[in-house]
């Protein structure tokens, strides 16, 4: 069975309810096994593992939360050439406008070779039942596209 990895920080809980919704929407799809780390928990061997990835943050300072980087900083260089063409998405909670975090993650997401087939999702201040709705609709679009083998 083919795996989604969704790593994610959270620290108000904007981001973890996202993060929710999206494995809500990812478990729709029964053909992909679905798992939800925090990104201080999340490690390469998952990284590795999954065939599509998700990656939420909260917008801080204009930049993604240190964990996510963290994350990042601990899987780069061990998974180098490994995850090329990794299918990804991205969704943020941002007290701005959002752009700084998916910009940064963009970057790296690059390095890694990684292949964003989404837009990024971003809520703005708080977060809505509209976005929550996105969220649930990104989750299970991924899983049935890592599913199908459509990335």
């Excluded at 999206?22 to 590795?48: F, I, M, N, W």
């Excluded at 300072?61 to 998405?89: H, N, Q």
């Excluded at 929550?132 to 679009?141: F, N, Q, S, V």
Aim: hydrophobic share 45%.
């Amino acid at each position: 069975m083919k795996r989604l990895l969704i790593v994610y920080h959270t620290q108000g809980g904007h981001t973890g309810a996202m993060a929710e919704a999206v494995l809500r929407g990812a478990r729709r799809s029964s053909e992909t096994e679905t798992l939800l780390k925090r990104a201080g928990e999340a490690t390469l061997a998952d990284l590795l593992a999954c065939q599509g990835l998700i990656l939420g943050t909260p917008e801080n300072f204009g930049y993604m939360a240190g964990m996510v980087k963290d994350f990042f900083d601990r899987t780069y260089y061990p998974a180098e050439g490994k995850t090329v063409g990794l299918p990804y998405a991205l969704f943020v909670s941002a007290g701005n406008d959002g752009t700084g975090a998916v910009t940064q993650i963009e970057r790296i997401a690059t390095g890694y070779g990684w292949k964003r087939v989404a837009e990024p999702l971003i809520a703005r201040h708080e977060v809505t039942a509209a976005d929550l709705a996105a969220c649930e609709e990104l989750g299970e679009a991924m899983a049935s596209g890592v599913a199908l083998g459509i990335f």
